[in-house]
């Protein structure tokens, strides 16, 4: 069906106006079955159109409980971090292997608890398993004289304290 136009101009015609074809209206369609039409079985019978499908329903989604970090992925990082420091100390370096133990295990349980649902924090415990697994090794390093840099008989403290001192004069 083409739209009527109307021209700029009132009043005026042009002759894409005068050439327009107008088309009858479509009458509306009985229920009848036309002849044409391949299920009917006969002319007088009646089509039954199938209803439309249903809208669809919005089903609710399980969401379960809102998503928590695991408190064992956090201690154990904790922990690892604090063996770290005891590690680099030196004289603390036996501390730092049974700060180190611990912090791996409690980083281990903090991975396992993360496989639920609804608990975060592996990334947590992957860095914590990593750091504590780190500060255990170069405490046995440092506990059995394998590192010139660092062991139990030295304190790293001091030297560290004076390297600081001179990079940052008057800072802190």
């Not at 690892?80 to 100390?89: E, I, Y």
Request: proline share 8%; charged share 15%; no cysteine.
């Amino acid at each position: 069906m083409r739209l009527p136009t109307f021209t700029r101009s009132a009043g005026t015609t042009t002759a894409d106006d005068e050439i327009t074809e107008v088309r009858p209206a479509v009458a509306p369609r009985d229920t009848k079955v036309d002849d044409r039409t391949p299920y009917a079985k006969s002319s007088t019978d009646t089509i039954t159109r199938p209803s439309p499908p249903p809208p669809p329903v919005a089903v609710p989604v399980e969401t379960g409980p809102r998503a928590r970090t695991s408190i064992m992925a956090t201690v154990g990082l904790a922990l690892s971090v604090g063996a770290a420091a005891l590690v680099m100390t030196g004289l603390l370096a036996g501390y730092g292997i049974g700060v180190a133990v611990i912090a791996f295990l409690a980083s281990a349980a903090g991975f396992v608890a993360t496989r639920h649902r609804h608990v975060a924090g592996k990334f947590d415990a992957l860095v914590g398993m990593l750091v504590s697994a780190a500060a255990l090794i170069l405490g046995i390093m440092a506990v059995t004289g394998d590192l010139s840099w660092i062991s139990v008989d030295s304190s790293t403290v001091g030297p560290a304290r004076e390297w600081l001192d001179a990079q940052f004069p008057n800072w802190f």
